[in-house]
C-alpha cells in the first residue's frame, strides 16, 4: 500500500487546507522522506496559527502500581515480584506539595489497572488533595464506564489520557496475555466515553515500536479525527511515545527511528491542525530540543515514573525515562527557543458563596 504513493501526492497534501485520509497515508509514506523539511514549515506556520508560541508543561504523579493485568511491555505487570506501592493521601498531598513547589499547576495522575486496590473511590479522594494544588488534574488508568468517568468529572478532574497501545488487533493480543486489558473493545470504546461524560481534554496515542509504525501511526490519527469531528467541544490531542526499556526483556517489533518519528509528528500536526500534540521525556534531551518547534504543544518535565517519586525515589518505575530534565531545566530551555512556558492555562470555575 505504501508504495503507491509518489512524491506529487505528497505535495498535492500539502498544498490542501483540510487533509483526508489518502493524504495522511501519502504524508506517512515513503515518498514523504525527501520532503520532511517542506513538512516541517508547512507544520510549523500551523502550529503557531492555532497555538502561538505557547507550551504547555505538566508532570505525572504514579498514585499506585498494583495491576492485575499481564501486559509484556510494562513493569507493573503483575508476573513480577516487587514490592507494590500505593501512596496514602498524605502522601499524595507531599508529592503535591513538592511538584506545586515547581509553578506546575497541571497534573497528570496514573495507576496499575486493580479495581481493588485502586478503585473510583480511591481516585476520587486523591482527586479531592490535588485540587487544593493544581487548576488541571488529568487521569491516565484503567478504562471506565461513562458513569464513572461522570464522578471524576464532577470530583475535579478535567482531562483523560488513554492509550490503546497497538490498535493491530492480533498484535494487541498476544501483547496483552490476560487481564481486563485483553479487552480490545473497551479500551478502544474509552476515550468516546470521556468526551460524553463531558471531560475538556482527551489524550491518545499508540506506543510506537509494537507494530508497523506507519500502520499505527493512521490508526491513531484517524481515531484522533473521528473523535475530534464527534465531539468538537472536547480538545482531542495525541502523544507519539516511543517504546523505553522497562523490568523485562520484551524486544518491540519495529525500530522506529528518530527521522520516522519526525514524520509521524508532522503528519499529526497537518492532518490535525487544531490537535494538541504531546511529547514525554521518553525521548532524550536533544531530540525533544529540537522537536519542539515541529507541532508540539504539551511537553512534561520534572518527571518520575515511580510510585511517589516525587518525594521518596528508589521504587520500581514504570519504564525508564530519558529526558530527566527538571521544571526550571526544562522552562529555561524554551526561553532560549523562543517559546513561552505555560504553567496554568485552564481552572474549574467554582460557585462563589454568599
Same mark, same amino acid.
Given at each position: 500500500?505504501?508504495?503507491e504513493f509518489?512524491?506529487?501526492?505528497v505535495r498535492?497534501a500539502?498544498?490542501?487546507d483540510?487533509?483526508?485520509?489518502n493524504?495522511l497515508?501519502?504524508l506517512?509514506?515513503p515518498?514523504a522522506?525527501?520532503?520532511?523539511?517542506?513538512?516541517?514549515l508547512?507544520a510549523?506556520?500551523?502550529?503557531r496559527?492555532?497555538?502561538?508560541?505557547s507550551m504547555?508543561l505538566?508532570t505525572?504523579?504514579?498514585?499506585a502500581?498494583f495491576?492485575?493485568?499481564?501486559?509484556?511491555?510494562c513493569?507493573?505487570?503483575?508476573?513480577?515480584?516487587f514490592?507494590?506501592?500505593?501512596?496514602s493521601?498524605?502522601?499524595?498531598?507531599?508529592?503535591a506539595?513538592?511538584?506545586?513547589?515547581t509553578g506546575?499547576?497541571?497534573?497528570l495522575?496514573l495507576?496499575? /489497572?486493580s479495581?481493588? +486496590?485502586n478503585p !473510583?473511590?480511591y481516585?476520587k479522594?486523591?482527586v479531592?488533595v *490535588?485540587?487544593?494544588?493544581?487548576?488541571?488534574?488529568s487521569i491516565?488508568?484503567?478504562?471506565l464506564s461513562?458513569?464513572?468517568?461522570?464522578e471524576?468529572l464532577?470530583?475535579g478532574?478535567?482531562?483523560?489520557?488513554?492509550?490503546?497501545?497497538?490498535?493491530?488487533?492480533e498484535?494487541?493480543?498476544?501483547?496483552h496475555?490476560?487481564g481486563p486489558?485483553?479487552?480490545?473493545?473497551?479500551?478502544?470504546?474509552?476515550p468516546?466515553?470521556?468526551?460524553?461524560a463531558g471531560?475538556?481534554?482527551?489524550?491518545?496515542?499508540?506506543?510506537l515500536g509494537?507494530?508497523?509504525?506507519?500502520?499505527e501511526a493512521?490508526?491513531?490519527?484517524?481515531?484522533?479525527?473521528?473523535?475530534?469531528?464527534r465531539y468538537p467541544?472536547?480538545e482531542?490531542?495525541?502523544s507519539?511515545?516511543r517504546?523505553?526499556p522497562?523490568?523485562g /526483556?520484551?524486544?518491540? +517489533?519495529c525500530d !522506529?527511528?528518530d527521522?520516522s518519528?519526525?514524520q509521524i509528528? *508532522?503528519?499529526?500536526r497537518?492532518?490535525l491542525?487544531r490537535?494538541g500534540?504531546t511529547?514525554s521525556?521518553r525521548?532524550?534531551a536533544?531530540?525533544?530540543d529540537?522537536l519542539?518547534?515541529?507541532?508540539?504543544?504539551k511537553?512534561?518535565?520534572?518527571?518520575?515514573?515511580?510510585?511517589?517519586?516525587?518525594?521518596?525515589?528508589?521504587g520500581t518505575?514504570?519504564?525508564?525515562?530519558s529526558d530527566?530534565?527538571s521544571?526550571?531545566?526544562?522552562?529555561?530551555m524554551?526561553y532560549?527557543?523562543g517559546?513561552q512556558?505555560?504553567?496554568?492555562?485552564w481552572?474549574?470555575l467554582?460557585?462563589s458563596?454568599?
Amino acid at each position: 500500500m505504501w508504495k503507491e504513493f509518489r512524491e506529487d501526492d505528497v505535495r498535492r497534501a500539502l498544498g490542501k487546507d483540510k487533509l483526508n485520509e489518502n493524504d495522511l497515508l501519502a504524508l506517512l509514506s515513503p515518498a514523504a522522506t525527501p520532503l520532511l523539511e517542506e513538512m516541517a514549515l508547512a507544520a510549523q506556520r500551523l502550529t503557531r496559527a492555532h497555538f502561538g508560541y505557547s507550551m504547555q508543561l505538566f508532570t505525572p504523579m504514579y498514585l499506585a502500581d498494583f495491576c492485575v493485568n499481564h501486559c509484556t511491555y510494562c513493569s507493573f505487570s503483575s508476573i513480577y515480584d516487587f514490592p507494590r506501592k500505593k501512596l496514602s493521601l498524605e502522601e499524595v498531598r507531599r508529592e503535591a506539595e513538592k511538584i506545586a513547589a515547581t509553578g506546575l499547576r497541571h497534573i497528570l495522575i496514573l495507576t496499575g /489497572e486493580s479495581r481493588r +486496590e485502586n478503585p !473510583v473511590s480511591y481516585i476520587k479522594d486523591c482527586v479531592d488533595v *490535588l485540587r487544593e494544588f493544581f487548576s488541571s488534574v488529568s487521569i491516565e488508568i484503567n478504562p471506565l464506564s461513562t458513569a464513572e468517568y461522570k464522578e471524576l468529572l464532577q470530583a475535579g478532574v478535567d482531562g483523560l489520557t488513554l492509550y490503546q497501545e497497538v490498535y493491530h488487533q492480533e498484535t494487541y493480543r498476544k501483547l496483552h496475555v490476560k487481564g481486563p486489558k485483553r479487552n480490545y473493545r473497551n479500551r478502544l470504546d474509552a476515550p468516546e466515553r470521556g468526551c460524553q461524560a463531558g471531560f475538556r481534554s482527551v489524550n491518545i496515542g499508540t506506543l510506537l515500536g509494537m507494530y508497523d509504525w506507519r500502520q499505527e501511526a493512521f490508526q491513531s490519527a484517524m481515531h484522533a479525527r473521528y473523535l475530534q469531528d464527534r465531539y468538537p467541544d472536547c480538545e482531542i490531542s495525541l502523544s507519539p511515545p516511543r517504546f523505553r526499556p522497562y523490568l523485562g /526483556e520484551f524486544n518491540p +517489533e519495529c525500530d !522506529v527511528t528518530d527521522r520516522s518519528l519526525v514524520q509521524i509528528i *508532522l503528519a499529526y500536526r497537518l492532518f490535525l491542525p487544531r490537535s494538541g500534540i504531546t511529547l514525554s521525556t521518553r525521548e532524550p534531551a536533544s531530540l525533544r530540543d529540537h522537536l519542539i518547534h515541529l507541532g508540539i504543544t504539551k511537553m512534561s518535565a520534572g518527571v518520575t515514573t515511580e510510585v511517589g517519586g516525587h518525594t521518596n525515589a528508589g521504587g520500581t518505575p514504570q519504564f525508564e525515562i530519558s529526558d530527566s530534565r527538571s521544571v526550571q531545566e526544562i522552562t529555561k530551555m524554551l526561553y532560549t527557543k523562543g517559546l513561552q512556558p505555560i504553567f496554568k492555562d485552564w481552572d474549574i470555575l467554582t460557585e462563589s458563596t454568599t
